[in-house]
């Protein structure tokens, strides 16, 4: 059975986006890029929401090319553009780079794809996240909290219908007062 792993920057606040879908304050540090590229490279499997989606595939298929990328800039376009992907959404109509979209149900693709043999998934996308987190079958939870606050915008917690008990498996503190923290489900 696979892990499926819901992680990303936020706020101190609680939101992966600031009001407008501005993801400005979660520039990371080298340090923290390279902990996100080795997540990653770990990782068997993406699946995406539409809206993160399109703002991965606008900027990663092509990321190793631009002139200022770092080597790990680099390294990352290239394991994205390498990775399957699922994407999810009713609103496209095709996909590229290695993905295929699912227009259905996500939580009966995303408990199919669990079911199998294979390696851990990573899950990203409020609205898709927050689908899999109803539904339990989030495994894991890596936040990189910045220290900002934006006062609105897109939560990285759903509203669920009953408590999820988690584990704090892992912190570590990354430049500019990032502070990673890993808490796996108690099941």
């Known amino acids: 059975m696979r892990k499926l792993i ?3 920057n936020v706020t101190l606040d609680g939101y992966i986006a600031a009001t407008g879908d501005d993801i400005g304050w979660s520039v990371p540090s080298d340090e923290l890029f390279q902990w996100w590229l ?7 499997l993406s699946l995406y929401g539409r809206k993160l989606w399109e703002m991965m595939s606008s900027h990663w298929p092509t990321g190793d090319r ?16 390498d990775t399957p992907k699922v994407v999810f959404s009713s609103t496209i109509d095709e996909v590229d780079w290695n993905t295929r979209l699912v227009t259905g149900d996500a939580v009966a693709e995303i408990t199919r794809l669990k079911a199998e043999d294979g390696g851990p998934m990573g899950i990203g996308g409020a609205t898709l996240a927050g689908a899999a987190m109803r539904a339990g079958l989030i495994d894991e939870y890596q936040l ?11 939560p990285f917690f759903a509203a669920l219908d009953s408590w999820a008990n ?17 808490y796996e489900t108690r099941r």
């Not at 080795?38 to 068997?44: G, I, K, L, Q, V």
């Not at 390294?75 to 553009?81: C, I, K, S, T, Y």
């Not at 988690?166 to 990032?178: A, D, K, Q």
């Open 166 to 182: 988690l584990n704090l498996v892992e912190t570590r503190t990354f430049p500019g007062g990032v502070v990673l923290t890993r």
């Open 144 to 154: 990189a909290t910045h220290p900002v606050l934006v006062g609105g915008g897109t």
């Open 38 to 44: 080795d997540r990653e490279r770990a990782s068997d």
């Open 6 to 8: 819901f992680g990303m």
């Open 66 to 81: 631009l002139p200022n990328a770092t080597p790990a800039e680099i390294e990352f376009a290239r394991n994205w553009r």
